[in-house]
């Protein structure tokens, strides 16, 4: 590689390290993920989310203009050829606060899971609530998951497909019993994104292999649908986000939501202007002494 690439690629890693701090940051503002003293810990999977979430995390303390921790957990759930020693020798050479917890939900699942059906639910159900005692007991007042973009508008889909619901994952989320709160620092990044930076970045990446090779095969359809959809249409996938902001019960269909019963007529004010001009009758069978003026209500 010549000096002219590697400086082109210098440029390209910058403007794209740039962007995802910016995204990151601004994820953080908006919906007050950090606040002044918080211990936020950063769950780290050994995948390239949660190694770019932590990445950046720690990139961000130092500039913040407030005070906060960040303490890097790793829950290893006992699978069988887990290389154990990555993420303590990684973490240990960025000389930050880390955990790395035991529990063997690996048997669990196998156990409690038919051979060939998908693991992922129950994984995740036991990874957090592991998680969520491990931040009540070190004292963490936030837990930050690596979710990014294409993972909530993914489960969006996989949510209204197979669900019947239309809900994803919330950037900011308190738990039910209300004793933890999880954010999603990656909320605005992309994944592409996330996989130059990862690349970039050369984290020591361990792959998720509690289920071998199974993939969820609902989610993959939908990521492939998404992939198809941006390569045709970018952006579109931003949009997609984008209405998860900007909701209008009123256009949509929930009663919880919108009270459709109560929609009592009124036409005491001034009408609004209308979009188009009086309308000329043509043709009637109905006697015009029977009309409403409106303009005498």
């Not at 936020?40 to 130092?62: E, N």
């Not at 020591?204 to 198809?228: F, Y």
Request: hydrophobic letters at 35%; aromatic letters at 8%; charged letters at 30%.
């Amino acid at each position: 590689m010549n000096q002219e690439d590697t400086r082109k690629d210098t440029l390209e890693f910058n403007k794209l390290q740039k962007r995802l701090r910016r995204n990151v940051g601004n994820a953080i503002t908006d919906y007050n993920m950090i606040e002044e003293g918080d211990v936020v810990m950063a769950c780290m999977s050994g995948g390239k989310d949660s190694f770019a979430m932590l990445d950046i995390l720690l990139s961000l303390k130092k500039a913040a203009p407030i005070r906060f921790e960040v303490i890097a957990v790793n829950l290893d759930q006992k699978q069988p050829g887990f290389p154990e020693h990555i993420l303590p020798a990684y973490l240990s050479s960025l000389d930050i606060p880390y955990y790395i917890v035991d529990k063997d939900t690996y048997s669990v699942v196998k156990e409690k899971i038919p051979e060939g059906k998908t693991t992922c639910g129950l994984c995740s159900r036991l990874r957090r609530g592991t998680l969520y005692s491990f931040a009540e007991k070190i004292g963490a007042t936030k837990i930050a998951l690596g979710h990014h973009m294409d993972d909530i508008v993914e489960t969006l889909f996989l949510n209204m497909f197979h669900g019947a619901k239309m809900k994803a994952m919330p950037p900011k989320l308190r738990s039910d019993d209300g004793r933890n709160v999880v954010i999603r620092p990656l909320t605005y990044c992309r994944e592409k994104d996330l996989i130059r930076y990862a690349e970039q970045k050369d984290f020591p990446i361990i792959p998720c292999n509690l289920c071998g090779s199974q993939e969820n095969l609902q989610r993959q359809a939908v990521k492939g649908m998404l992939t198809e959809w941006d390569r045709k249409d970018p952006g579109r996938v931003e949009s997609v986000f984008k209405s998860l902001q900007h909701v209008s019960p009123s256009q949509l269909a929930d009663k919880n939501l919108f009270d459709f019963e109560q929609l009592p007529l009124d036409r005491t004010g001034d009408r609004a202007e209308y979009a188009f001009t009086e309308a000329t009758v043509s043709s009637t069978n109905i006697d015009e002494s029977l009309f409403i003026n409106v303009a005498n209500i």
